[in-house]
């Protein structure tokens, strides 16, 4: 079984600045890995993804991660932040090969930009 | 192209209530799901259809919770009768080909509130 940990409920920065959004996972497989943003009373979006291939994965709206497979992290991080990317930002991890497309997402990070 | 349609919005009832919500998928998607997603938590994955065969419903209340996809197109999601605790946001979300690598496509959520 998978498992998804987002420590941090919540992130206040301050417009301009960078920010890293942390995610840990947990897995006896290879995995998929996902963020997703859900912006206030809309559904989620796919931000960006990891399949294979390089590790480092660029997402829209200037977002990047990096997965590290040592670390079993995968943070999301945006170098200048815009009142606009105030959201909740879910990661989430499916088996590689496994039940094709179940997603497990993480409690969600709450980015709170502000001015 | 049009997203995940889901309906109602918001929903007020009366515990002990019946309440259904309705769900039309992106055309061409295969793969519904239905998403549990309390205040300040991640979905959680209630049910999911490949065309109209639930392969996994392993996580729905069967005692008051049932969910149907006729045609292998549009889906509904009951609860009868509804309780306090199931005052939540359910996701509604399409995928192509399984999903496997990830990107579901959300609705806007219909959130329900019982008093």
């Known amino acids: 079984a998978q498992s998804v940990t987002q420590l941090d409920s919540q992130v206040p920065v301050f417009e301009e600045a960078p920010v890293e959004l942390r995610c840990n996972y947990s897995?006896?497989?290879?995995?998929?890995l996902f963020w997703y943003v859900q912006y206030p009373n809309q559904g989620l979006q796919l931000l960006l993804k990891y399949l294979s291939g390089s590790t480092l994965v660029k997402g829209i709206n200037g977002f990047e991660a990096e997965f590290n497979k040592s670390q079993t992290s995968f943070h999301l991080r945006k170098p200048s932040v815009h009142i606009s990317d105030t959201a909740e930002y879910f990661c989430a991890v499916s088996a590689r090969g496994g039940a094709t497309n179940k997603l497990i997402f993480g409690t969600g990070t709450l980015l709170a930009v502000q001015p | 192209e049009a997203g995940v349609v889901q309906s109602p919005r918001y929903k007020i009832i009366e515990k002990k209530q019946p309440v259904a919500f309705w769900c039309n998928p992106i055309s061409g998607h295969n793969t519904l799901y239905w998403y549990l997603q309390n205040l300040g938590q991640g979905p959680e994955l209630l049910i999911r259809y490949e065309n109209e065969e639930a392969v996994d419903d392993s996580q729905l209340p069967k005692d008051r919770f049932s969910a149907e996809r006729l045609k292998g197109v549009d889906s509904t999601l009951k609860i009868q009768p509804a309780e306090l605790g199931d005052s939540a946001v359910y996701l509604c979300a399409s995928s192509q080909g399984g999903g496997r690598t990830g990107e579901l496509f959300f609705g806007e959520g219909s959130r329900l509130t019982v008093l």
């Open positions: 897995s006896s497989v290879s995995v998929y």
